[in-house]
């Protein structure tokens, strides 16, 4: 069964910084778009970032970012570890929220009809 968890959520001031981790089981993600979204309370999710499979001869997967995240936050992915990361710089009180990690039909376009796989979320709070 193809399983991810989502840690490193938390409490972070205005300007911060703060790393997401997902861990993945049942598949290997570096064969997979992963992708994560975030869901603010009464609202549906976001699709935030996503990066596609690594390809032949260990080409990086391409990466995906909506407008309101792209220069501040990263997304990565960790062979060996099984592991994606989303690197969250410069954060903003907007960005408050539960951020999901995913496995996706396709990267782009990041939206929630293509979700394959969800995970249960961290919470990300961002304020002084």
């Known amino acids: 069964q193809w399983q991810v968890a989502e840690s490193g959520g938390g409490l972070v001031q205005p300007g911060g910084s703060l790393r997401l981790s997902c861990a993945a089981s049942g598949f290997p993600m570096d064969d997979h778009n992963i992708g994560w979204f975030r869901q603010e309370s009464g609202k549906e999710p976001e699709g935030i970032a996503c990066i596609s499979p690594t390809g032949p001869s260990r080409i990086p997967g391409r990466l995906n970012y909506a407008d309101s995240v792209k220069g501040r936050f990263t997304i990565s992915r960790d062979a060996a570890k099984n592991t994606a990361y989303l690197q969250m710089n410069s954060l903003k009180p907007e960005d408050t929220a539960t951020y999901l990690c995913?496995?996706?039909?396709?990267?782009?376009?990041?939206?929630?009809?293509?979700?394959?796989?969800w995970g249960r979320g961290t919470p990300v709070t961002v304020a002084s």
């Open positions: 995913t496995v996706l039909t396709f990267c782009e376009p990041l939206q929630r009809r293509f979700v394959e796989v």
